[in-house]
Antibody
Framework: EVQLVESGGGLVQPGGSLRLSCAAS????????MSWVRQAPGKGLEWVAH????????YYVDSVKGRFTVSRDNAKNSLYLHLNSLRVEDTSIYYC?????????????WGQGTTVTVS | EIVMTQSPATLSVSPGERATLSCRAS??????LAWYQQKPGQAPRLLMY???TRATGIPARFSGSGSGTEFTLTISSLQSEDFAVYYC??????????FGGGTKVEIK
């Protein structure tokens, strides 16, 4: 079964840090771009970060540039998001999502999400 | 940045009726448009991509149309499991990837 499982969320004070993880299974993780998408309480979806298979390309939404870092470990089938200098407005459910390709940049598989609360 | 606008914000529909959801892009996205469904407490699920191609396992009652700046998601006969929030997303010139604000389909 193709699956993504996030972990690492929690309650953190403003200015604090967290590392989110996403464990992939059921597919060849190293073949796919991956993304993080977040959803603030009661709000819509916001793309956060995007990483190429070999980490040679990384992209971020403007609001997190310089504060968040996306990385991956293909040997461990894992995706990470390092969150630094957290703000109250970063409070969200964070989803990792699989992306089939650079031209087909859709989110075809999603994890169940991990909740980050900054307060 | 391409802005995606969905309408209406809420759509009240009776089971068995047709639902038509709209998504507008601030500039042309060709057919690089995806739709997602999200039920309460769940992650989003991919419904449609390339504007009109159903994702794996999506029932035929879901159809997508449009190109350029105007897109439509149609649910031909609403089932109880279809009441959810629906989002559109473009993927033509990224980053960033942007989503619409969502349309909530509720029971009338």
């Amino acid at each position: 079964e193709v699956q993504l499982v996030e972990s690492g969320g929690g309650l953190v004070q403003p200015g604090g840090s967290l590392r989110l993880s996403c464990a992939a299974s059921g597919f060849t993780f190293s073949n796919y771009w991956m993304s993080w998408v977040r959803q603030a309480p009661g709000k819509g979806l916001e793309w956060v970060a995007h990483i190429k298979q070999d980490e040679s390309e990384k992209y971020y939404v403007d609001s997190v540039k310089g504060r968040f870092t996306v990385s991956r470990d293909n040997a461990k089938n894992s995706l990470y998001l390092h969150l630094n200098s957290l703000r109250v407005e970063d409070t969200s459910i964070y989803y990792c999502a699989r992306v089939p390709g650079s031209r087909l940049a859709i989110f075809d598989i999603w994890g169940q999400g991990t909740t980050v609360t900054v307060s | 940045e391409i802005v995606m606008t969905q309408s209406p914000a809420t759509l009240s529909v009776s089971p068995g009726e047709r639902a038509t959801l709209s998504c507008r892009a601030s500039q042309s996205v060709s057919d690089k448009l995806a739709w997602y469904q999200q039920k309460p407490g769940q992650a989003p699920r991919l419904l449609m991509y390339d504007a009109s191609t159903r994702a794996t396992g999506i029932p035929a009652r879901f159809s997508g149309s449009g190109s350029g700046t105007e897109f439509t998601l149609t649910i031909s006969s609403l089932q109880s499991e279809d009441f959810a929030v629906y989002y559109c997303q473009h993927y033509i010139n990224w980053p960033p990837f942007t989503f619409g604000g969502g349309t909530k389909v509720e029971i009338k």
